[in-house]
Every structure is written in structure tokens, then in C-alpha cells.
């Protein structure tokens, strides 16, 4: 389903990596693995970035999976406002650049792919600069284009639940 998210594309080459992060492996235990989450790997080279491509009002990204959940494969309460929030909800957490520093914070969002729009509501930080460490779930650094949606999202967007991961979509602001 992924078809050009993670390769660059015009819009996200006015996006340069920001540097590197080594892996480190997770302790026993560490990791939630929930919703095919990647774990670090000892010693693999990870890109940060501290931007995302430009806003428009079709602004490419990849749809993630992600439990915002207490327990769930988001790790910590949300960065927004220190809660915990249902998958039954439709929130998202945005890459570093599109964050903003939490300027979106309980701001929503449209997010458009399979015909439908949802609007979701910006809680959480993917963060593109850091990971691979207990703060991050020992995750490797999310890329600069990254809408990571609870299960609420993807169920508006009418993507049948064996296809959950990765999708291309198009967000704006709402």
C-alpha cells in the first residue's frame, strides 16, 4: 500500500535529514510491538529531521498505526495535554516538523485517502529527531511525513482492518 510515502518526492525534498541516531537494542520487555511497531536494532544508522514538507491543502504524507491508549504502542500519555486517549477516538500524533513545537495541539485536522475525509484531532508528537531510547519505546525516530492515526481514523477512511499500516494519504488543517 505504501507507494511513494518514505522515498522522496518533490514536495519532502524541501525537507533535508537533520543527522543521525544510532540503535540501540531494547532491553528484555521493551518495545511494545502492538500495530507491526518497529524496534531498534543495535548499531543501525537512523535519519532524524528536524522539518516536514511544506502545509498545503493536500499535503502528502504516510498514515501510521498507533494506540494512544494507556499500555498501547504509543508509550507515554500525549504530549498535547499529558492524557491518554481511546482508539475509539480519531486522534493523531504528527512528525516533528508538522508538530511544530505543539502548535496544533487539540487543533484538527483533515485527513483525506480511499475516497473519504476524517477529521482527527493533533494530540501527540511523532518525533523525527529522536528515539531508540526508553522515552521513545526504544522506536527508531519517525520520518518527516508521518500522520500516525488511532484505529477511529482508519476505520473513517473505510480501510479494511488486514490492510492497517501504512497508507499514503492528504491532510490539512481543518
Not at 514538507?53 to 504530549?79: C, I
Request: one cysteine or more.
Amino acid at each position: 500500500m505504501l507507494s511513494s510515502g518514505l522515498r522522496p518526492s518533490a514536495e519532502a525534498q524541501a525537507c533535508k535529514p537533520s543527522g543521525h541516531i544510532t540503535g540501540k537494542k531494547p532491553p528484555p520487555g521493551q518495545c511494545n510491538r502492538d500495530n507491526d511497531s518497529e524496534c531498534c536494532v543495535q548499531g543501525k544508522p537512523y535519519t532524524t529531521y528536524k522539518c516536514s514538507p511544506p502545509v498545503t491543502s493536500h499535503t502528502k504524507a504516510v498514515l501510521t498505526l498507533n494506540s494512544f491508549q494507556k499500555g498501547g504502542d504509543g508509550g507515554g500519555p500525549s504530549e498535547c495535554d499529558n492524557q491518554y486517549h481511546s482508539d475509539d477516538k480519531p486522534v493523531v500524533a504528527l512528525s516533528t516538523g508538522w508538530y511544530k513545537g505543539g502548535s496544533r495541539c487539540l487543533n484538527n485536522i483533515k485527513i483525506s485517502a480511499n475516497g473519504q475525509t476524517v477529521t482527527a484531532m493533533v494530540v501527540d508528537e511523532c518525533d523525527s529527531t529522536m528515539g531508540c531510547d526508553e522515552d521513545h519505546d526504544y522506536q527508531p525516530p519517525c520520518p518527516h511525513n508521518i500522520v500516525d492515526a488511532s484505529k477511529a481514523v482508519w476505520k473513517a477512511l473505510g480501510v479494511p482492518e488486514d490492510d492497517w499500516g501504512e497508507l499514503d494519504i492528504t491532510w490539512t488543517d481543518a
